[in-house]
């Protein structure tokens, strides 16, 4: 049984950083050929493809999110990351990780931007 689990979130002021990371089980090693991905969702709106990274490390970003936010992979630990460092207001929302292509979601983390 394939499960993802989400941790980092909290309450930071504009301007902060958090890290936050997903620790997949149940896929063993083939964790590495997944295609990962973090999508976020505040309230009142749809949930967001925040970014991405491919099997062999190839990124994406929103375009709200470039130059801000790092995501990276561990294989070795089947995790996957989202460094957020200048964090604003708007970047508040619940945190979600995805098995791209797959219904494995994670349970979502709270990121808090506020002063």
């Known amino acids: 049984q394939v499960q993802l689990v989400e941790s980092g979130g909290g309450l930071v002021q504009p301007g902060g950083s958090l890290r936050l990371s997903c620790t997949v089980s149940?896929?063993?090693?083939?964790?590495?050929?997944?295609?990962m991905a973090w999508y976020r969702q505040a309230p009142g709106k749809q949930r967001e493809l925040v970014a991405s990274?491919?099997?062999?490390?190839?990124?994406n970003y929103a375009d709200s999110v470039k130059g801000r936010f790092t995501i990276s992979r561990d294989n070795a630990k089947n995790t996957v990351y989202l460094q957020m460092n200048s964090l604003k207001p708007e970047d508040t929302a619940v945190y979600y990780c995805?098995?791209?292509?797959?219904?494995?979601w994670g349970q979502g983390t709270q990121v808090t931007v506020s002063s």
């Open positions: 149940g896929t063993g090693s083939i964790f590495m050929l997944y295609a």
């Open positions: 990274i491919t099997s062999s490390g190839s990124t």
């Open positions: 995805n098995v791209q292509r797959s219904n494995f």
